[in-house]
């Protein structure tokens, strides 16, 4: 009898263990994380706020809105050094995705080294990257993260359930 309590014991002990472990190894949240100095959720006026004269943005309209900017012919402000072009998405006057194209400064960055920096920076591990087709994503609950070196170094923050809800008006809107 007491052999199977010592047996019992050690199994519900290494149970324990293995979920403490994969508790503390599953620290995937996005969901204050910036880019830019810029957070998902934002408004436009809050967005505005922290780039200053960076960017002009000038959305005050409700459904989708589309802020594009590069920096091909002329060179980003100091607030965007490093900057080749800037995605910001908002939906009814929230952004949903920040999307940004970095100048390639380093020819010989792979993917693996762009995702180690991306991982260091949003305090990610790098086994909640998934990477296909040389792009990675981590998805975290409702929030993922893209990124590639296809062209240059490229992220994209993105609230996905905010992005399921546009694809679908788009969608809609296309049909009709």
């Not at 920076?121 to 990675?136: D, H, I, P």
């Amino acid at each position: 009898m007491s052999g199977k309590f010592v047996k019992s014991f050690f199994l519900f002990a290494l149970m324990f263990l293995s979920a403490i472990c994969v508790a503390a190894q599953g620290n995937c949240d996005l969901t204050n994380k910036n880019l830019l100095g810029v957070n998902l959720k934002m408004s436009n006026a809050q967005v505005k706020t922290v780039l200053g004269k960076a960017l002009k943005i000038k959305n005050n309209r409700k459904g989708e809105y589309i802020f594009f900017q590069n920096y091909i012919e002329k060179p980003a402000p100091p607030r965007l050094t490093g900057v080749r072009a800037v995605y910001l998405r908002f939906y009814d006057g929230a952004l949903y995705q920040i999307e940004i194209f970095y100048e390639n400064r380093n020819n010989s960055q792979t993917i693996a080294d762009f995702v180690n920096l991306q991982s260091s920076y949003f305090g990610l591990s790098t086994s909640e990257w998934q990477t296909k087709n040389n792009v990675a994503r981590a998805v975290c609950g409702e929030i993922s993260l893209a990124a590639d070196v296809i062209l240059n170094p490229h992220i994209e923050l993105t609230d996905e359930t905010i992005l399921a809800k546009v694809e679908e008006i788009r969608n809609k809107d296309n049909k009709e």
